[in-house]
């Protein structure tokens, strides 16, 4: 119940174009969704959040959507460039514990 | 705002010895740090929850006597990994919570025990 199953592995992406990367959970406790952006050697750096009374948050190129009765949520990166390429973390939690539950992770290429 | 740091950056130790690390957030008060660790190409594994004043709540499979935890203040927690062993060697990574529970991340401790 406390697992976060994301996908893919990895991915590869032409600059300009959409990555996409998708997360599923089971636990209907969890309310809030954080993707986290990683480069190699650093901490994880908040990307965006979202949490569940709305189904859409856009950030820029960044766009969570979120699909509550699925219980998946998957982050969008519009306009893909080569800074982008990174490890991707999708991540749930509930307010009772604050405990941050980390999906598998996706490395995202994006080639120039 | 909202920065959080971890010194060392990088440590080499030999096996049997302890290692300090230390977790600051810099502009803000945290009630609630988070201890994780990170395997090459791994997702990062929540080991305990670190909470101002109180003992630290471990999560399962972790050894509460191997990692000590200790949160003396607001602003600094510190993880302790005691007679570290290679297995021992990982990526260390802290978070501390602020304002409507969001968790800022460390730039992480590299950890080489040889």
């Known amino acids: 119940q406390q697992q976060v199953k994301q996908s893919p592995q990895s991915l590869i992406v032409q600059k300009g174009g959409i990555s996409i990367i998708n997360c599923a959970y089971e636990n209907t406790a969890f309310d809030y969704f954080p993707w986290y952006q990683q480069f190699p050697g650093k901490g994880p750096a908040l990307l965006i959040a979202i949490r569940p009374d709305v189904s859409e948050k856009k950030e820029g190129r960044f766009t969570i959507s979120f699909n509550k009765s699925a219980k998946q949520f998957s982050l969008h990166i519009m306009d893909s460039q080569p800074g982008d390429s990174a490890t991707y973390f999708c991540?749930?939690?509930?307010?009772?514990?604050?405990?941050?539950?980390f999906g598998q992770g996706t490395t995202l290429q994006v080639k120039p | 705002g909202a920065v959080v740091s971890q010194h060392p950056s990088w440590v080499i130790c030999k096996s049997g010895t302890s290692v300090k690390i230390e977790c600051r957030s810099l502009d803000f008060q945290a009630t609630t740090m988070f201890w994780y660790r990170q395997f090459p190409k791994q997702s990062l594994m929540l080991m305990a929850t670190s909470n101002e004043g109180s003992k630290a709540t471990y999560e399962q499979g972790v050894e509460k006597d191997k990692f000590l935890i200790n949160h003396a203040s607001l602003t600094l927690s510190t993880l302790t990994v005691t007679s570290a062993h290679p297995e021992d060697s990982s990526f260390y990574i802290c978070?501390?919570?602020?304002?409507?529970?969001?968790?800022?991340f460390g730039p992480g401790t590299r950890l080489t025990v040889l």
């Open positions: 978070s501390a919570e602020g304002l409507a529970g969001l968790q800022f």
């Open positions: 991540a749930a939690s509930s307010s009772n514990t604050g405990k941050l539950i």
